[in-house]
């Protein structure tokens, strides 16, 4: 972008990419994150990307609205891209989506995603050869996409950042901010959001996470979202 | 609510309370654990009340748009109440807001806040003799309402449940998950979220948290917030 702030200092642009029915908090938590450091450190700024400025549904019962159409901000310094179930796994076979991710990502200094917000950049073909993230039950789903997907947290293989399954945004958001504008501002940020978790349940016990019985929902995803797509169905083991 | 399900299973809604200005997160993070609980077990659902059904800013560059006005959702049975900066000081002092708040807290079984959403809570007149979280830098005002501030990540005294600032809303969630529908389910959810942080920069050492760096941020939104209610300013310490 070639906006600059009232100094002249040029302002590097965070977009994050809203689509109908995405995940509401693979988008906000990392869009907290990245407002927290606009708010504080002058020269960033963050959007959110739409096809049209009109409320859209996400899948819990909140609407949004993006505040720029991709048009507006062609060049963003940074492209955030949240993920979903049946409306993302829809949206891989969505050529005019991936033509926009494409495009944006074409000049941008780190492409991020969270969740399965990295199948999408993978069905753009932006993963080919890259080490991936995505949500545990999804990591499979790279692979045909010529992706290495990994179990970590987050992933940084060159400006790609692809982060773990919805809350994960949060933690690849704060690495952001750091490669962005260092680790004394990510730690600011990160009192600012007061976020020093504390599962009352405790972490993840990942031995103990079965997806087998998991299995049926993710068919049942894929059937749902790609009964227009054969191909891709098949693609993903479907 | 009187809403039952197809079997004539009573369901139990948990409503997010929107208003202008809002913090983004404070609502996210709750909203989706409560939507995954909604989504995986029969008998719940999630809404969003708001004045009206109208695109309203966030404290980011997304706006949102509630799914349900206060009025067709009078007696949620959980009510969820996010905080934010400048507006969230501002809607204390909003009485057709904390009325809504009163209204719909009245036969709720829990009532809870994220962050500065207990400050109008208090303000409401809902706090008085409990103990409650906030945000860090705002929890001495509480006081005056006659709460007692705990720094804990979230803190239950009853029906009331108010966490720390605005991540802590996803421990308090799954906190909630457990208490309306078993610690098995909230697992479950945290699994769905895969909400196992490790934050880049390890947790927040309070030790080194400065309280006194943000105290002029702090006095200048209470400033900007309560201009025009010279009684409050003076009450929250201003």
Same mark, same amino acid.
């Given at each position: 972008m070639?906006?600059t ?8 642009? $965070?977009?994050f ?7 509401m ?16 450190v002058?020269?960033?700024r ?8 009109e409320?859209?549904?996400?899948d819990t ?6 505040s720029h159409?991709?048009d507006?901000v062609?060049d963003?310094?940074?492209l955030?891209v949240?993920g ?8 891989m ?12 990502a074409?000049?941008a200094?780190?492409v991020?995603?969270?969740c ?19 949500h ?5 789903m790279?692979?045909?996409?010529g992706a ?6 987050? @992933?940084e293989d060159?400006?790609?950042v692809t982060?773990?399954? @919805?809350?994960?945004? $949060?933690?690849?958001?704060l ?5 962005l504008?260092?680790e004394d501002?990510?730690?600011q940020?990160?009192l600012?959001i007061e976020?020093?978790?504390k ?9 103990a996470a079965?997806a ?5 929902f993710?068919?049942?995803?894929l059937t749902e ?13 479907g």
């Amino acid at each position: 972008m070639t906006t600059t702030t009232g100094t002249g200092q040029p302002v590097r642009t $965070i977009a994050f990419v809203a689509y109908p029915g995405f995940t509401m908090l693979d988008m906000g938590g990392p869009l907290q994150v990245c407002s927290a450091l606009a708010d504080t450190v002058p020269g960033f700024r963050t959007v959110v990307l739409g096809e049209r400025i009109e409320p859209m549904g996400t899948d819990t019962p909140l609407s949004v609205v993006p505040s720029h159409t991709f048009d507006e901000v062609p060049d963003p310094d940074v492209l955030v891209v949240p993920g979903g179930l049946v409306p993302t796994i829809a949206a891989m076979a969505d050529e005019t989506l991936l033509a926009r991710l494409r495009r944006a990502a074409a000049g941008a200094s780190v492409v991020a995603s969270v969740c399965t917000g990295s199948l999408l950049l993978a069905a753009a073909g932006l993963l080919e050869g890259r080490k991936a993230a995505t949500h545990w039950l999804f990591r499979d789903m790279l692979v045909p996409f010529g992706a290495t997907p990994v179990a970590d947290r987050w @992933v940084e293989d060159g400006r790609y950042v692809t982060a773990a399954g @919805v809350s994960a945004g $949060i933690d690849m958001a704060l690495h952001l901010v750091g490669r962005l504008a260092g680790e004394d501002t990510a730690r600011q940020v990160q009192l600012l959001i007061e976020y020093d978790p504390k599962p009352p349940f405790g972490a993840i016990d990942w031995a103990a996470a079965d997806a087998a019985r998991y299995e049926p929902f993710v068919k049942q995803a894929l059937t749902e979202a790609l009964a227009g797509h054969p191909e891709l169905f098949a693609r993903l083991g479907g």
